[in-house]
């Protein structure tokens, strides 16, 4: 049999590879979990046992060794299969896991609803030091909850380093018949002794042994059975601990060791880079170089320039480093760089701190992520009025990562929050101008919004300023206000539409909050359509914020908006998405002949 398996295992390594170098994703997680995944597969039946991931995109073993190994190739596709678990996409998928944080929480609830069934979740090294995690644990051993499994996959990185050096200390020891019958023997003998003086001094004898041992006795110490730690490349020691736990009843909480890239040499190698990758040569393990710099390599470079003329300046990710393209500014500045970790909502915390203490804090948060503070950003630095500076990468449509990745809400809520400022540059140029600005803002919190995009740029005299507008191109009959990315994209469309006896005024609305309200007022009346375009959803909206404050001083035009119809929106590529949603090329084009005629969306 595990001659069997491992073939298998080898198997499912090379589709992995072939698979991610074609279309992107998530390939070392993947590989390093491929005979922990087979041998769960193996042991427990997911036609009727639960298994939940944090974060899913663990889960592309699952994937094929359930009902979707024929389609697997289409793997972040459009209409393909998903990145992450999704319960649309298959029955196996129990819950959805884009974010961390979710999985141990989610599995309390299955737990409770499905005392028959065993609820296995896998979490990772870096995700269990989450917030929502810990608690999740630590009610899980209050309760007892006897059906919950949890998988620690340590792959030594972010904590694996401590939890790796443990585990190794302890693999013999823990799983070894000596120790465990050592410890029920102590028990029992601990029990008889009626000699309240001794028994103490026993109980702690075992209490300080366990500790010296193992400072992960606390998991025990909570409620937990703990087994660890095992070779997670190791089908035998995998199969021969799942059969054991399968027939065990308690929460408990394995330790399983794995190589994070196992089996491809250049993952191995570059575990950070292939965390998350774009399609790639096998052969060479390379990725195909774009020729333009993207909005987050504009911003890293920037803030190392003008963290080098103000030592009160900061930077903090929450496990984001290079994602938030602070790798420069972290080898430069060390001191002035904080990882959280996961940790949003500690992080915006820790930045209003600091801004409270004089200092000029970047938090740098994908807008996704983001969500997971909004308590923060209201308690802590809204309603103090505190200048904590927000990056906000990847606002907007992300793509191949799915519906739990894109950025559709940031907007809405700086929009609802009292005391924020919101820039959406809409060039390369007014990203730098908007950074400049930030270093001595102190009138609140202030927001600068980029998009997953490679850089625009126009040759305009204007700088940026917060509260103003800027006229990109002249026309008439037709106004086109665009913010952020959608600049660019009115832009490319003009002469088509010019073409199509469509004019109108372009204007660059970098500025949402506060937008120009004396251009609003003096010139929308001089225009008989006036078209909104944002990369954001509909709903509360920055053209939500105009058709109320043109409501409000009793001003009657023809706003047509030109944003996201939905919010939750599946993986594609993001030209694609921008396409169906019908704000890119000739789709844009059609939406706004449609709106002018008459035929409205």
Not at 259 to 272: I, L, P, R, T, W
Not at 334 to 351: H, K
Not at 486 to 513: F, H, P, Q, R
Request: hydrophobic residues 40%.
């Amino acid at each position: 049999m595990i001659e069997k398996l491992s073939e298998r295992c080898e198997e499912i390594r090379e589709k992995l590879i072939d698979v991610v170098s074609k279309n992107g994703g998530h390939l070392g997680p993947n590989l390093g979990v491929v005979e922990l995944t087979v041998s769960l597969n193996e042991v427990f039946d997911f036609s009727k046992d639960i298994l939940l991931f944090d974060v899913g995109h663990q889960s592309y073993i699952y994937k094929i060794l359930t009902d979707r190994e024929e389609r697997f190739t289409t793997l972040r596709c459009k209409d393909g299969i998903s990145p992450f678990m999704d319960p649309s996409e298959s029955q196996y998928d129990h819950f959805i896991s884009g974010h961390a944080g979710t999985a141990l929480p989610a599995a309390v609830g299955f737990a409770i609803a499905n005392p028959d069934k065993k609820v296995i979740v896998v979490v990772g090294d870096a995700s269990i030091a989450n917030g929502h995690s810990l608690e999740a644990l630590n009610y899980i051993g209050y309760k007892k909850i006897e059906n919950i499994v949890v998988i620690l996959n340590d792959n030594e990185m972010s904590i694996g380093k401590n939890v790796g050096y443990i585990s190794k200390l302890l693999e013999k020891i823990i799983l070894s018949k000596t120790y465990r019958n050592f410890r029920t023997e102590v028990k029992s003998l601990v029990n008889r002794i009626k000699a309240n003086t001794i028994k103490e001094v026993l109980e702690r004898l075992e209490s300080s042994l366990k500790n010296f041992l193992t400072p992960l006795y606390v998991i025990e110490s909570i409620g937990f059975n703990f087994f660890g730690a095992v070779d997670g490349h190791n089908l035998e020691d995998l199969l021969l601990v799942f059969k054991k736990i399968k027939k065990s009843k308690g929460p408990t909480l394995v330790v399983v060791k794995t190589q994070k890239g196992k089996g491809y040499s250049f993952a191995v190698e570059d575990k950070e880079k292939f965390h998350g990758i774009a399609p790639f040569d096998i052969k060479t393990g390379k990725t195909k170089k774009s020729n333009t710099k993207s909005y987050s390599e504009v911003f890293g470079e920037k803030i190392v320039r003008i963290a080098e003329e103000d030592n009160d300046i900061f930077t903090l990710s929450a496990g984001m480093i290079k994602g938030t393209c602070l790798d420069d500014f972290n080898k430069n500045f060390p001191e002035r760089c904080i990882d959280t970790g996961i940790a949003e909502g500690f992080l915006v915390t820790l930045a209003a701190a600091l801004a409270k203490s004089g200092k000029k804090p970047y938090a740098c948060i994908y807008s996704t992520f983001l969500q997971r503070a909004l308590s923060q950003l209201i308690h802590d630095v809204s309603v103090q009025n505190l200048p904590v500076r927000f990056v906000i990468d990847r606002a907007g449509i992300v793509g191949q990562d799915g519906k739990t990745h894109n950025g559709v809400y940031d907007l809405s809520l700086f929009l609802s929050i009292e005391n924020f400022t919101v820039l959406c540059p809409t060039t390369s140029r007014e990203l730098q101008q908007a950074l400049d600005i930030s270093k001595d803002f102190n009138n609140g919190p202030l927001v600068i919004r980029i998009a997953k995009d490679s850089v625009f740029e126009l040759d305009v005299e204007q700088d940026l300023k917060i509260g103003k507008w800027k006229e990109i191109r002249k026309g008439n009959k037709n106004l086109f206000i665009a913010t952020g990315s959608m600049l660019k994209e009115i832009v490319e469309i003009n002469d088509k539409l010019i073409e199509k006896g469509i004019s109108g005024t372009i204007v660059s609305a970098a500025s949402v909050k506060p937008f120009d309200e004396e251009y609003l007022l003096n010139s929308i009346k001089n225009y008989d359509n006036i078209f909104i375009l944002e990369e954001t959803y509909m709903r509360n909206s920055f053209s939500t914020a105009i058709l109320e404050f043109l409501n409000d001083n009793g001003i009657n035009r023809n706003i047509h908006r030109l944003s996201l119809r939905r919010a939750i929106i599946p993986h594609a590529k993001r030209e694609e998405i921008l396409a169906e949603e019908g704000l890119k090329g000739e789709n844009l084009i059609e939406r706004i002949e449609e709106f002018i005629h008459g035929e409205k969306q």
